[in-house]
């Protein structure tokens, strides 16, 4: 299970930092991502966390804006987002690697946290 | 950039069968891609449904099916069903460290 938190308001460039935490699997063994969803819009990937933190991509979309990392002690994901513009308002999703080495699709997926970007 | 396409809505009858596509901007999608396709209903997180091509996750009815036809990955539903509809949306994996998703289906059924 996944469970993000964190969300809320914020003022165009401004900043917030979204947790995921997760439970129910050995969660070190397992690289994770952040998607996020726009109102009314698709899904978009934003960013991947190796199970060890040594690799991590970025969307060119969030690229120096946005820093992810893990504490596998705490099993926990989080998303540091700065400078925030009205485009970032959307719902975060934690999402897991479904398979453990396999990067190709992400299952499962948490409830989603909502950000709002707004003055 | 990458764009990963999808039918912006798709119609289909109860009962009926639908095969909704996921296709690149440029070139062909392969098996290599691990085509995945999610459902989503409003205020829900995506549900996988269909993972690496053709594989039904757990709990899928198998009215759901996954391929590549021609040079896209496709979705079949066969004998839709009323709460079939849904936004579907597939995942491509692009490797080195790029994940795209199309931009989504809404499908009817009516």
């Known amino acids: 299970q996944l469970v993000e938190s964190g969300g809320g308001l914020v003022r165009p460039g401004g900043s917030l930092r979204l947790s995921c935490a997760a439970s129910?699997?050995?969660?070190?063994?397992?690289?994770m991502n952040w998607v996020r969803q726009a109102p009314g819009k698709g899904l978009e990937w934003i960013s991947y966390?190796?199970?060890?933190?040594?690799?991590?991509y970025y969307a060119d979309s969030v690229k120096g804006r946005v820093t992810i990392s893990r504490d596998n002690a705490k099993n926990s994901l989080y998303l540091q987002m700065n400078s925030l513009r009205a485009e970032d308002t959307a719902v975060y999703y934690c999402?897991?690697?479904?398979?453990?080495?396999?990067?190709?699709?992400?299952?499962?997926w948490g409830q989603g946290t909502l950000v709002t970007v707004s003055s | 950039q990458t764009v990963v396409t999808q039918e912006p809505s798709f119609s289909v009858s109860p009962g009926g069968t639908v095969t909704l596509t996921c296709g690149l901007s440029?070139?062909?999608?392969?098996?290599?891609?691990?085509p995945t396709w999610y459902q989503q209903t409003p205020g829900q997180a995506p549900r996988t449904l269909i993972y690496?091509?053709?594989s039904r996750s757990s709990g899928v009815p198998d009215r759901f099916s996954g391929s590549i036809l021609g040079n896209k990955a496709a979705l079949t539903i066969t004998g839709a069903q009323a709460d079939d509809e849904s936004d579907y949306y597939c995942?491509?994996?692009?490797?080195?460290?790029?994940?795209?998703f199309g931009g989504g289906t809404k499908l009817t059924v009516l």
């Open positions: 999402a897991r690697v479904a398979v453990a080495g396999n990067p190709g699709w992400f299952d499962p």
């Open positions: 129910g699997f050995t969660f070190s063994d397992y690289s």
């Open positions: 966390i190796s199970r060890s933190s040594s690799t991590i």
């Open positions: 440029s070139g062909s999608v392969s098996t290599n891609y691990y």
């Open positions: 690496s091509t053709n």
């Open positions: 995942l491509l994996y692009m490797g080195s460290g790029l994940w795209v």
